[in-house]
């Protein structure tokens, strides 16, 4: 999952600015380091806090122009935003999600919608009984 930055100069500065994310931006004297901090700034801005309702939305496939660079989005946080987004646009509950994938404790799934790192048992079952879950989207 990549999204889309447009890098400026202006003068002794860089400035990213996310094209798909309102407020998420980053500045710093060097393009080099603009681009390393632009990922830590993007994963963080997509890490919300448990029990969020934020709908993020997703990234354009293919953005391509002058000064337009695309970042990666860490894998973890890729799927447990992804889990979220999928939970709430179908009006589940953590519980009910919980409950789908045959976890016992709600702690395990609410692990899922942060920072995780599911099993390839846990994929083969969101991929079995989760319909139309991007996967792809995810690992690309």
């Given at each position: 999952?990549?999204?889309?930055?447009?890098?400026?100069?202006?003068?002794?500065?860089?400035?990213?600015?996310?094209?798909?994310?309102?407020?998420?931006?980053?500045?710093?004297?060097?393009?080099?380091?603009?681009?390393?901090?632009?990922?830590?700034?993007?994963?963080?801005?997509?890490?919300?806090?448990?029990?969020?309702?934020?709908?993020?939305?997703?990234?354009?496939?293919?953005?391509?122009?002058?000064?337009?660079?695309?970042?990666?989005?860490?894998?973890?946080?890729?799927?447990?935003?992804?889990?979220?987004?999928?939970?709430?646009?179908?009006?589940?509950?953590?519980?009910?999600?919980?409950?789908?994938?045959?976890?016992?404790?709600?702690?395990?799934?609410?692990?899922?919608?942060?920072?995780?790192?599911?099993?390839?048992?846990?994929?083969?079952k969101v991929h079995d009984r989760l319909p139309g879950f991007p996967l792809e989207t995810i690992l690309s």
């Open positions: 999952m990549k999204y889309h930055f447009k890098v400026e100069a202006d003068g002794k500065w860089f400035t990213a600015y996310c094209i798909e994310l309102e407020g998420c931006r980053v500045q710093e004297r060097s393009k080099d380091t603009l681009l390393v901090v632009a990922k830590e700034v993007l994963d963080a801005f997509l890490s919300e806090p448990q029990g969020s309702q934020v709908l993020f939305p997703s990234p354009q496939e293919k953005l391509e122009g002058k000064d337009i660079v695309a970042i990666e989005v860490d894998p973890e946080i890729a799927f447990g935003m992804t889990m979220r987004q999928y939970r709430i646009t179908r009006k589940m509950t953590q519980a009910q999600m919980a409950a789908l994938l045959d976890m016992v404790h709600l702690t395990s799934y609410q692990r899922l919608e942060r920072r995780s790192n599911p099993t390839l048992g846990l994929i083969k």
